[in-house]
């Protein structure tokens, strides 16, 4: 079973960055698709990005593209996630999660999720 933790969250001005890590263990993530997701107070959990199995192939929520990217280090059992120019509206839990492949955005399909790490955009 793969276990998945997230970190790198915190506090950041508007305009800041972050980076968000996921960090498996267990199984290699080799072989899994990782998603990224959040979910803010009092609204529904949404994809902001995925990430296929070899890294290939990444994709976006149109809210984040051109300032979130997706990567990986297979090598390092960690997916990343750099968040640049962030907007108050970012604000959430964020989590990771596997599946074998980039599901759908609402992340039914997806197999084995983080505990959530929280970003906070604020000035």
């Known amino acids: 079973q793969v276990q998945l933790v997230e970190s790198g969250g915190g506090l950041v001005q508007p305009d800041g960055s972050l980076r968000l890590s996921c960090a498996a263990s267990?199984?290699?993530?080799?072989?899994?698709?990782i998603g990224w997701f959040r979910q803010a107070p009092g609204k529904e959990r949404e994809g902001v990005s995925c990430?296929?199995?070899?890294?290939?192939?990444?994709y976006y929520a149109d809210s984040v593209k051109g300032r979130f990217t997706i990567s990986r280090d297979n090598a390092k059992n960690t997916v990343y996630l750099q968040m640049n120019s962030l907007k108050p509206e970012d604000t959430a839990v964020y989590y990771c999660?596997?599946?074998?492949?980039?599901?759908?955005?609402?992340?039914?399909?997806?197999?084995?999720w983080g505990q959530g790490t929280q970003v906070t955009v604020s000035s």
């Open positions: 990430i296929s199995s070899t890294g290939d192939s990444t």
């Open positions: 999660a596997a599946h074998w492949r980039c599901g759908s955005s609402n992340g039914s399909e997806y197999d084995y």
């Open positions: 267990g199984p290699t993530l080799d072989y899994y698709a």
